[in-house]
DNA sequence: CTCCCCCTGTCGCATAGGCAACACATTCCG
DNA sequence: CGGAATGTGTTGCCTATGCGACAGGGGGAG
Protein backbone atom coordinates (compact mmCIF):
# COMPACT_ATOMS: atom_id res chain seq x y z
CA UNK A 1 0.00 0.00 0.00
CA UNK A 2 2.14 2.76 1.32
CA UNK A 3 0.22 5.76 1.01
CA UNK A 4 1.87 8.92 0.60
CA UNK A 5 0.80 10.99 3.24
CA UNK A 6 2.95 13.87 2.81
CA UNK A 7 2.52 16.83 0.55
CA UNK A 8 5.47 16.06 -2.10
CA UNK A 9 3.74 13.98 -4.89
CA UNK A 10 5.05 12.26 -7.77
CA UNK A 11 5.82 14.65 -10.39
CA UNK A 12 3.45 12.19 -12.89
CA UNK A 13 0.79 13.24 -10.48
CA UNK A 14 1.12 16.46 -10.15
CA UNK A 15 1.30 16.76 -13.92
CA UNK A 16 -1.40 14.72 -14.69
CA UNK A 17 -3.74 16.69 -12.20
CA UNK A 18 -2.84 19.83 -13.68
CA UNK A 19 -3.43 18.69 -17.21
CA UNK A 20 -6.66 17.93 -16.40
CA UNK A 21 -8.10 20.44 -14.32
CA UNK A 22 -6.34 22.95 -17.37
CA UNK A 23 -8.70 20.96 -19.46
CA UNK A 24 -11.65 21.01 -17.86
CA UNK A 25 -11.44 24.69 -17.72
CA UNK A 26 -10.93 25.20 -21.43
CA UNK A 27 -13.30 22.72 -22.20
CA UNK A 28 -15.92 24.77 -19.71
CA UNK A 29 -15.14 27.44 -21.63
CA UNK A 30 -15.61 26.17 -24.89
CA UNK A 31 -18.68 24.31 -25.08
CA UNK A 32 -20.02 24.44 -21.49
CA UNK A 33 -19.85 22.13 -18.42
CA UNK A 34 -23.02 19.74 -19.04
CA UNK A 35 -21.62 19.50 -22.68
CA UNK A 36 -18.17 18.22 -21.84
CA UNK A 37 -17.43 14.60 -21.15
CA UNK A 38 -14.83 12.85 -19.76
CA UNK A 39 -13.29 11.72 -23.22
CA UNK A 40 -13.03 15.52 -24.14
CA UNK A 41 -11.49 16.34 -21.25
CA UNK A 42 -8.68 13.23 -21.40
CA UNK A 43 -8.74 13.96 -25.04
CA UNK A 44 -7.46 17.43 -24.51
CA UNK A 45 -5.64 16.87 -21.54
CA UNK A 46 -3.40 14.11 -23.63
CA UNK A 47 -4.66 12.03 -20.50
CA UNK A 48 -5.94 8.55 -20.76
CA UNK A 49 -9.26 8.18 -19.90
CA UNK A 50 -8.56 5.50 -17.35
CA UNK A 51 -5.85 7.41 -15.33
CA UNK A 52 -8.90 10.07 -15.36
CA UNK A 53 -10.75 7.35 -13.13
CA UNK A 54 -7.85 6.80 -10.76
CA UNK A 55 -8.11 10.12 -9.93
CA UNK A 56 -11.37 11.15 -10.13
CA UNK A 57 -14.87 9.77 -9.96
CA UNK A 58 -16.17 12.11 -12.40
CA UNK A 59 -16.03 15.28 -14.06
CA UNK A 60 -17.84 17.01 -10.71
CA UNK A 61 -15.40 15.49 -8.40
CA UNK A 62 -12.44 17.18 -10.38
CA UNK A 63 -14.35 20.33 -10.40
CA UNK A 64 -14.81 19.90 -6.72
CA UNK A 65 -10.95 18.93 -6.12
CA UNK A 66 -9.87 21.84 -8.85
CA UNK A 67 -12.30 24.21 -6.20
CA UNK A 68 -10.66 22.97 -3.34
CA UNK A 69 -7.24 23.37 -4.65
CA UNK A 70 -7.68 27.09 -5.97
CA UNK A 71 -8.20 28.06 -1.78
CA UNK A 72 -5.20 26.28 -0.33
CA UNK A 73 -2.99 28.87 -0.84
CA UNK A 74 -5.26 31.07 1.17
CA UNK A 75 -5.34 28.55 3.92
CA UNK A 76 -1.61 28.16 4.07
CA UNK A 77 -0.63 31.84 3.87
CA UNK A 78 -3.71 32.73 5.92
CA UNK A 79 -4.50 36.08 8.19
CA UNK A 80 -6.29 37.96 5.80
CA UNK A 81 -6.80 40.41 8.71
CA UNK A 82 -3.21 41.38 9.83
CA UNK A 83 -1.01 43.92 7.99
CA UNK A 84 -0.04 43.65 4.75
CA UNK A 85 0.16 39.55 4.41
CA UNK A 86 -2.40 38.41 2.18
CA UNK A 87 -0.36 36.80 -0.56
CA UNK A 88 -2.41 34.09 -0.57
CA UNK A 89 -5.37 36.31 -1.57
CA UNK A 90 -3.10 37.54 -4.16
CA UNK A 91 -2.46 34.08 -5.59
CA UNK A 92 -5.94 33.24 -5.66
CA UNK A 93 -7.58 36.62 -7.55
CA UNK A 94 -4.55 35.55 -9.71
CA UNK A 95 -5.34 32.32 -10.83
CA UNK A 96 -9.51 33.50 -10.82
CA UNK A 97 -7.95 36.70 -13.83
CA UNK A 98 -5.75 34.49 -15.87
CA UNK A 99 -9.35 32.04 -16.35
CA UNK A 100 -11.71 34.80 -15.96
CA UNK A 101 -13.33 33.44 -18.76
CA UNK A 102 -14.23 29.97 -17.07
CA UNK A 103 -14.73 31.56 -13.81
CA UNK A 104 -17.28 33.94 -14.52
CA UNK A 105 -19.00 31.30 -15.85
CA UNK A 106 -19.02 29.61 -12.31
CA UNK A 107 -19.57 32.40 -10.54
CA UNK A 108 -22.08 34.43 -12.50
CA UNK A 109 -25.60 34.83 -12.06
CA UNK A 110 -26.01 33.71 -15.76
CA UNK A 111 -24.34 30.25 -14.98
CA UNK A 112 -25.42 26.43 -15.13
CA UNK A 113 -27.29 26.14 -11.62
CA UNK A 114 -25.11 23.32 -10.25
CA UNK A 115 -21.58 24.51 -11.15
CA UNK A 116 -22.70 28.34 -9.31
CA UNK A 117 -24.44 26.11 -6.47
CA UNK A 118 -21.44 24.46 -6.10
CA UNK A 119 -18.87 27.27 -6.01
CA UNK A 120 -20.82 29.08 -3.44
CA UNK A 121 -20.99 26.10 -1.25
CA UNK A 122 -16.76 25.75 -1.53
CA UNK A 123 -16.47 29.73 -0.91
CA UNK A 124 -18.72 29.04 2.24
CA UNK A 125 -17.20 25.78 3.49
CA UNK A 126 -13.60 27.48 2.90
CA UNK A 127 -14.06 30.80 4.60
CA UNK A 128 -15.85 28.98 7.37
CA UNK A 129 -12.51 26.81 7.90
CA UNK A 130 -10.55 30.00 7.38
CA UNK A 131 -12.05 32.24 9.92
CA UNK A 132 -12.79 29.44 12.65
CA UNK A 133 -9.05 28.93 12.46
CA UNK A 134 -8.26 32.86 12.84
CA UNK A 135 -10.64 33.46 15.48
CA UNK A 136 -10.92 30.00 17.11
CA UNK A 137 -12.21 31.46 20.55
CA UNK A 138 -15.26 33.19 19.06
CA UNK A 139 -16.08 29.76 18.03
CA UNK A 140 -17.84 28.63 21.11
CA UNK A 141 -18.03 32.16 23.13
CA UNK A 142 -21.85 32.88 23.31
CA UNK A 143 -21.42 36.39 24.32
CA UNK A 144 -20.32 37.56 21.00
CA UNK A 145 -22.59 38.23 18.02
CA UNK A 146 -23.48 34.03 16.59
CA UNK A 147 -20.50 32.78 15.00
CA UNK A 148 -22.54 31.95 12.44
CA UNK A 149 -24.25 34.92 11.56
CA UNK A 150 -21.31 36.90 11.16
CA UNK A 151 -19.11 33.82 8.96
CA UNK A 152 -22.66 34.20 6.47
CA UNK A 153 -22.49 38.01 6.15
CA UNK A 154 -18.83 38.27 5.94
CA UNK A 155 -18.65 35.66 3.53
CA UNK A 156 -21.75 36.59 1.91
CA UNK A 157 -19.83 40.04 0.93
CA UNK A 158 -16.94 38.06 -0.36
CA UNK A 159 -18.34 36.59 -2.90
CA UNK A 160 -19.94 39.66 -4.01
CA UNK A 161 -16.93 41.36 -4.16
CA UNK A 162 -15.11 38.58 -6.09
CA UNK A 163 -17.96 37.92 -8.80
CA UNK A 164 -17.65 42.42 -8.53
CA UNK A 165 -14.45 42.33 -9.60
CA UNK A 166 -14.41 39.26 -12.74
CA UNK A 167 -16.97 41.47 -14.62
CA UNK A 168 -15.39 44.78 -14.37
CA UNK A 169 -13.87 45.70 -18.39
CA UNK A 170 -10.91 46.38 -16.75
CA UNK A 171 -10.55 45.08 -13.59
CA UNK A 172 -7.83 46.16 -11.46
CA UNK A 173 -4.64 44.29 -10.66
CA UNK A 174 -4.87 41.90 -7.98
CA UNK A 175 -2.98 43.33 -5.82
CA UNK A 176 -5.33 46.36 -5.74
CA UNK A 177 -8.08 43.97 -4.89
CA UNK A 178 -6.58 42.13 -2.19
CA UNK A 179 -6.03 45.25 -0.60
CA UNK A 180 -9.72 46.43 -0.93
CA UNK A 181 -11.04 42.90 -0.10
CA UNK A 182 -9.03 43.32 3.23
CA UNK A 183 -10.32 46.27 3.99
CA UNK A 184 -14.11 45.50 3.80
CA UNK A 185 -13.07 42.09 5.53
CA UNK A 186 -11.33 44.07 8.54
CA UNK A 187 -13.89 46.45 8.72
CA UNK A 188 -16.70 44.17 9.14
CA UNK A 189 -14.72 41.75 11.88
CA UNK A 190 -13.21 44.22 13.99
CA UNK A 191 -16.20 45.85 15.92
CA UNK A 192 -17.12 42.33 17.01
CA UNK A 193 -13.80 40.77 17.83
CA UNK A 194 -10.70 42.97 17.95
CA UNK A 195 -11.90 44.68 21.43
CA UNK A 196 -11.51 41.65 23.07
CA UNK A 197 -7.90 41.61 22.81
CA UNK B 1 13.05 -4.96 -27.68
CA UNK B 2 9.74 -4.53 -29.53
CA UNK B 3 11.11 -1.06 -31.37
CA UNK B 4 7.70 0.89 -32.00
CA UNK B 5 8.02 1.16 -36.01
CA UNK B 6 4.30 2.78 -36.59
CA UNK B 7 3.94 6.49 -36.28
CA UNK B 8 1.51 5.62 -33.58
CA UNK B 9 3.53 6.74 -30.14
CA UNK B 10 2.73 6.30 -26.34
CA UNK B 11 0.36 8.85 -24.97
CA UNK B 12 3.43 9.62 -22.55
CA UNK B 13 5.91 9.68 -24.96
CA UNK B 14 3.73 12.71 -27.32
CA UNK B 15 2.82 14.09 -23.82
CA UNK B 16 6.47 14.29 -22.68
CA UNK B 17 8.16 15.54 -26.06
CA UNK B 18 5.46 17.70 -26.22
CA UNK B 19 6.13 19.73 -22.94
CA UNK B 20 9.45 19.62 -23.53
CA UNK B 21 9.06 21.38 -26.43
CA UNK B 22 6.88 24.11 -25.28
CA UNK B 23 9.21 24.87 -22.53
CA UNK B 24 11.54 24.85 -24.73
CA UNK B 25 9.86 27.96 -26.87
CA UNK B 26 9.10 29.77 -23.67
CA UNK B 27 12.43 29.22 -21.95
CA UNK B 28 13.93 30.76 -25.13
CA UNK B 29 12.07 33.77 -25.35
CA UNK B 30 12.14 34.18 -21.85
CA UNK B 31 15.83 34.20 -21.37
CA UNK B 32 17.05 33.13 -24.74
CA UNK B 33 18.82 29.91 -26.36
CA UNK B 34 22.11 29.98 -24.75
CA UNK B 35 21.11 31.27 -21.46
CA UNK B 36 18.89 28.28 -21.15
CA UNK B 37 19.93 25.27 -18.91
CA UNK B 38 18.68 21.29 -19.09
CA UNK B 39 17.22 21.61 -15.69
CA UNK B 40 15.04 24.96 -16.93
CA UNK B 41 13.61 23.18 -19.61
CA UNK B 42 12.82 20.11 -17.24
CA UNK B 43 11.41 21.92 -14.08
CA UNK B 44 9.21 24.06 -16.58
CA UNK B 45 7.57 21.11 -18.71
CA UNK B 46 7.18 19.51 -15.02
CA UNK B 47 9.45 16.49 -16.69
CA UNK B 48 12.13 14.66 -14.67
CA UNK B 49 15.60 15.55 -16.01
CA UNK B 50 16.42 11.48 -16.50
CA UNK B 51 13.63 11.61 -18.79
CA UNK B 52 14.61 14.67 -20.72
CA UNK B 53 17.76 12.21 -21.92
CA UNK B 54 16.22 9.41 -22.44
CA UNK B 55 14.73 11.20 -25.95
CA UNK B 56 17.44 13.64 -26.53
CA UNK B 57 21.18 14.09 -26.22
CA UNK B 58 21.14 17.79 -25.14
CA UNK B 59 19.12 20.93 -25.82
CA UNK B 60 20.74 21.23 -29.00
CA UNK B 61 19.36 17.88 -30.29
CA UNK B 62 15.34 19.07 -28.32
CA UNK B 63 16.32 21.88 -30.15
CA UNK B 64 16.82 20.14 -34.09
CA UNK B 65 14.04 17.61 -33.56
CA UNK B 66 11.41 20.05 -32.70
CA UNK B 67 12.57 21.96 -35.79
CA UNK B 68 12.37 18.24 -37.76
CA UNK B 69 9.21 17.94 -36.40
CA UNK B 70 7.94 21.17 -37.68
CA UNK B 71 8.24 20.12 -41.00
CA UNK B 72 6.35 17.13 -41.08
CA UNK B 73 3.12 18.23 -41.85
CA UNK B 74 4.79 19.91 -45.00
CA UNK B 75 5.70 16.40 -46.34
CA UNK B 76 3.07 14.52 -45.40
CA UNK B 77 0.32 17.07 -46.92
CA UNK B 78 2.75 18.25 -49.92
CA UNK B 79 2.20 18.94 -53.13
CA UNK B 80 2.55 23.32 -52.19
CA UNK B 81 2.61 23.95 -56.45
CA UNK B 82 -0.55 22.07 -56.89
CA UNK B 83 -4.27 23.50 -56.77
CA UNK B 84 -5.10 24.57 -53.28
CA UNK B 85 -3.74 22.09 -51.67
CA UNK B 86 -1.46 22.91 -49.42
CA UNK B 87 -2.85 22.69 -45.84
CA UNK B 88 0.36 20.90 -44.65
CA UNK B 89 1.97 24.56 -45.66
CA UNK B 90 -0.93 26.39 -43.36
CA UNK B 91 -0.21 23.99 -40.40
CA UNK B 92 3.45 25.02 -40.42
CA UNK B 93 2.48 28.71 -40.79
CA UNK B 94 0.04 28.59 -37.64
CA UNK B 95 3.03 27.17 -35.51
CA UNK B 96 5.60 29.61 -36.68
CA UNK B 97 2.52 32.26 -36.09
CA UNK B 98 1.32 30.53 -32.63
CA UNK B 99 5.31 31.09 -30.98
CA UNK B 100 6.44 33.72 -33.27
CA UNK B 101 7.87 35.51 -30.43
CA UNK B 102 10.26 32.05 -30.47
CA UNK B 103 10.42 32.01 -34.37
CA UNK B 104 11.20 35.68 -34.68
CA UNK B 105 14.48 35.04 -32.29
CA UNK B 106 15.94 31.72 -34.20
CA UNK B 107 15.44 33.18 -37.78
CA UNK B 108 15.43 36.86 -37.43
CA UNK B 109 18.73 38.78 -38.07
CA UNK B 110 19.62 39.51 -34.22
CA UNK B 111 19.29 36.01 -33.51
CA UNK B 112 22.32 33.68 -31.59
CA UNK B 113 24.37 32.62 -34.52
CA UNK B 114 23.95 28.88 -33.94
CA UNK B 115 19.93 29.36 -33.94
CA UNK B 116 19.61 31.04 -36.94
CA UNK B 117 22.56 28.60 -38.47
CA UNK B 118 20.31 25.31 -37.45
CA UNK B 119 17.43 26.91 -38.09
CA UNK B 120 18.81 27.66 -41.97
CA UNK B 121 20.21 24.41 -42.40
CA UNK B 122 16.78 22.56 -41.27
CA UNK B 123 14.93 24.53 -43.96
CA UNK B 124 17.20 24.11 -47.17
CA UNK B 125 17.21 20.48 -46.31
CA UNK B 126 13.42 19.68 -45.86
CA UNK B 127 13.18 22.22 -49.07
CA UNK B 128 15.31 19.61 -50.66
CA UNK B 129 13.90 16.33 -49.54
CA UNK B 130 10.06 17.98 -50.20
CA UNK B 131 11.75 18.93 -53.98
CA UNK B 132 13.21 15.65 -54.91
CA UNK B 133 9.75 13.82 -54.11
CA UNK B 134 8.02 16.30 -56.05
CA UNK B 135 9.88 16.43 -59.08
CA UNK B 136 12.05 12.86 -58.60
CA UNK B 137 12.84 13.57 -62.51
CA UNK B 138 14.61 16.51 -62.27
CA UNK B 139 17.43 15.49 -59.80
CA UNK B 140 18.66 13.09 -62.55
CA UNK B 141 18.43 14.99 -66.09
CA UNK B 142 21.56 17.30 -67.10
CA UNK B 143 19.43 19.15 -69.51
CA UNK B 144 17.33 21.29 -67.13
CA UNK B 145 18.72 23.99 -65.09
CA UNK B 146 20.91 22.20 -62.17
CA UNK B 147 18.70 20.59 -59.58
CA UNK B 148 20.64 22.23 -57.09
CA UNK B 149 21.03 25.84 -58.24
CA UNK B 150 17.09 25.72 -58.53
CA UNK B 151 16.69 24.01 -55.30
CA UNK B 152 18.91 26.95 -53.68
CA UNK B 153 17.00 29.69 -54.80
CA UNK B 154 13.53 28.32 -54.15
CA UNK B 155 14.34 27.96 -50.63
CA UNK B 156 16.18 31.16 -50.15
CA UNK B 157 13.43 33.05 -51.11
CA UNK B 158 10.88 30.83 -49.22
CA UNK B 159 13.38 31.97 -46.14
CA UNK B 160 13.01 35.20 -46.85
CA UNK B 161 9.62 35.44 -47.45
CA UNK B 162 9.10 33.25 -44.30
CA UNK B 163 10.78 35.87 -42.23
CA UNK B 164 9.43 38.97 -43.72
CA UNK B 165 5.76 37.21 -42.89
CA UNK B 166 6.69 36.47 -38.93
CA UNK B 167 8.12 40.50 -39.26
CA UNK B 168 4.94 42.04 -39.78
CA UNK B 169 3.26 43.80 -37.62
CA UNK B 170 -0.08 42.95 -38.22
CA UNK B 171 0.52 39.46 -40.33
CA UNK B 172 -1.63 38.56 -43.06
CA UNK B 173 -3.76 35.11 -41.90
CA UNK B 174 -1.78 32.07 -42.78
CA UNK B 175 -4.03 30.97 -45.64
CA UNK B 176 -3.45 34.51 -47.31
CA UNK B 177 0.20 34.32 -46.74
CA UNK B 178 0.46 30.30 -47.83
CA UNK B 179 -1.41 31.15 -51.13
CA UNK B 180 1.07 34.00 -51.73
CA UNK B 181 4.20 31.82 -51.00
CA UNK B 182 2.54 28.98 -53.02
CA UNK B 183 2.25 31.46 -56.08
CA UNK B 184 5.83 32.17 -55.71
CA UNK B 185 6.89 29.09 -55.41
CA UNK B 186 5.15 27.96 -58.30
CA UNK B 187 5.92 30.93 -60.48
CA UNK B 188 9.66 30.31 -59.67
CA UNK B 189 9.08 26.26 -60.82
CA UNK B 190 6.96 26.13 -63.54
CA UNK B 191 9.24 27.79 -65.96
CA UNK B 192 11.85 25.03 -65.75
CA UNK B 193 9.60 22.03 -65.12
CA UNK B 194 6.09 22.37 -65.98
CA UNK B 195 6.75 22.91 -69.62
CA UNK B 196 8.14 18.95 -69.94
CA UNK B 197 4.98 17.29 -69.49
C1' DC C 1 -38.20 -3.20 -32.41
C1' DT C 2 -32.95 -3.61 -33.64
C1' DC C 3 -28.65 -1.78 -34.95
C1' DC C 4 -25.17 1.54 -34.41
C1' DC C 5 -22.47 4.82 -32.11
C1' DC C 6 -20.62 7.00 -28.40
C1' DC C 7 -20.44 7.35 -23.75
C1' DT C 8 -19.14 5.54 -18.80
C1' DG C 9 -16.64 2.78 -15.43
C1' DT C 10 -13.44 -1.02 -14.58
C1' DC C 11 -9.91 -4.48 -15.26
C1' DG C 12 -4.82 -6.82 -16.06
C1' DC C 13 -0.66 -6.26 -18.14
C1' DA C 14 3.25 -3.71 -20.29
C1' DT C 15 6.12 0.32 -20.06
C1' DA C 16 7.50 5.34 -19.82
C1' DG C 17 8.86 8.08 -16.57
C1' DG C 18 10.01 9.60 -11.58
C1' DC C 19 13.39 9.37 -7.95
C1' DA C 20 17.74 9.10 -5.76
C1' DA C 21 22.36 8.66 -6.16
C1' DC C 22 26.45 8.81 -8.68
C1' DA C 23 30.94 10.87 -10.92
C1' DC C 24 32.47 14.76 -13.06
C1' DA C 25 32.82 19.66 -14.78
C1' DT C 26 31.91 24.64 -14.06
C1' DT C 27 31.61 28.81 -11.77
C1' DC C 28 31.84 31.76 -7.94
C1' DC C 29 33.11 33.51 -3.56
C1' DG C 30 35.97 33.97 0.75
C1' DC D 1 44.07 28.09 -2.84
C1' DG D 2 39.57 25.27 -1.30
C1' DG D 3 34.87 24.27 -0.91
C1' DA D 4 30.02 25.32 -1.70
C1' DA D 5 26.73 25.54 -5.33
C1' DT D 6 24.98 24.37 -9.67
C1' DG D 7 25.15 22.09 -14.01
C1' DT D 8 25.59 17.68 -17.05
C1' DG D 9 25.08 12.88 -18.17
C1' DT D 10 24.11 8.13 -16.45
C1' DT D 11 22.22 4.20 -13.79
C1' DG D 12 18.74 0.76 -11.12
C1' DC D 13 14.70 0.29 -8.99
C1' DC D 14 9.79 1.46 -8.27
C1' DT D 15 5.30 3.21 -9.80
C1' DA D 16 1.94 6.00 -12.31
C1' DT D 17 0.14 5.84 -16.55
C1' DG D 18 -1.02 3.97 -21.21
C1' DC D 19 -3.28 0.41 -23.72
C1' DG D 20 -6.81 -2.73 -24.98
C1' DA D 21 -10.73 -5.04 -23.77
C1' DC D 22 -14.83 -5.53 -21.30
C1' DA D 23 -19.87 -5.00 -19.78
C1' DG D 24 -23.44 -1.80 -19.46
C1' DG D 25 -26.24 2.28 -20.85
C1' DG D 26 -28.52 5.70 -23.27
C1' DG D 27 -30.12 7.88 -27.63
C1' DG D 28 -30.95 8.37 -32.64
C1' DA D 29 -32.07 6.41 -37.29
C1' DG D 30 -33.42 2.51 -40.09
Redo the contacts with the bound molecule.
Sequence with gaps: M?Q?LDG??????????KSLEQALIEGTVEKGFEAL????I?RRA??????????Y???YDLLEQHLNAIYQGLEEEGRIVEEGRYEGLIELLKQLQQFSNFYRLVLGTHSDTFLSLRFRQQTQQHCRAYFQQTFPEATADPDTLPFDLKFTTVSSAASSALLWWLEQERPSTPEQFAHWMQQIVYDMLVPTFKQKK
Tied chains: 1, 2.
Aim: proline content about 0%; overall charge positive; aromatic content about 6%.
Design positions: MKSEDLRVHRTRTVRDTMVNRSTFYRHLDK
